[in-house]
């Protein structure tokens, strides 16, 4: 079994063909993140960094 108890947020992406979608959230459960990304490498390296 996996101890998850160190990991502070969980992520999910949805890797699609116009966009992306990522969503996070904690062990509690709570959305910390849910957007819409672009699915290009420059315009996601636009994006600024998470806890920025």
Not at 20 to 28: C, I, K, S
């Amino acid at each position: 079994m996996i101890d998850t108890g160190d990991i502070d947020v969980f992520l999910g992406l949805d890797v699609g063909k116009g966009e992306h979608h990522a969503t996070a959230v904690t062990p509690a459960g709570k959305k910390a993140f849910d957007k819409r990304l672009p699915n290009t490498e420059p315009k996601l390296r636009e994006l600024p960094e998470a806890g920025s």
